[in-house]
């Protein structure tokens, strides 16, 4: 008798950060996106910021080249359609954030948090590409609205480098930025208005 069974799979540890993978990657954004600028240390740990730094960052990490790679993100919540669990995704690569700002700004698409989206990953390294593709519009159901409104997730504690999945209930400021359209990258700022977010 083997000691294993046949076929045997050591399950995947979960994680509340959406990865995106190779294949299809297809979730429903439920919140409105914050956004800055992100390094990484020489401690490999991210630091996220409003703005980009005016000047260069002591503890960041230098390429081969002994230049320095500074980010803009995105971050939003959203429910993993592979596992029906509310994550958080990062993006970082350009041509994803084109593609979700075509369909913010297209009226027949508009707020993201209305339709599913599927990103497809192809390839690897330097070849890596994805595509963006949504879904008819469908609405969430009772049970999915109820599983999103009972994980309390701060996406702004990631500014802090503190773990946005520990709400403190007696700062529950959740105010999202402004997100660029039409490929513009704007500083993030403290007046903006709830109805100037475009999801």
Known sequence: MPFLPKNYEAPKGSSNYLKLEEGQNKFRIVSDAVIGYEYWTNGNKPVRLRDYPKTKPADIRLNDDGSYTVKHFWAF?????????????????????????????????????????????????????????????????????????????????????????????????QSSQKMPLSGQIESPSDDVKLEDIPF
């Open 77 to 173: 919540i959203v429910l993993d359609r592979k596992d029906a669990r509310v994550k958080i995704l990062e993006i970082t690569q350009a041509s994803i954030m084109r593609n979700i700002e075509d369909l913010v700004v297209n009226e027949e698409w508009g707020d993201p948090k209305e339709y599913d989206i599927t990103i497809s990953r192809t390839g690897s390294g330097m070849e890596t590409r994805y595509t963006v593709q949504p879904s008819p519009n469908k609405k969430l159901t009772k049970e999915e609205k109820s599983l999103v409104a009972r994980m309390e997730i701060n996406l702004n504690a990631l500014f802090k480098g503190e773990n946005p999945f520990k709400v403190d209930n007696s700062k529950s400021s």
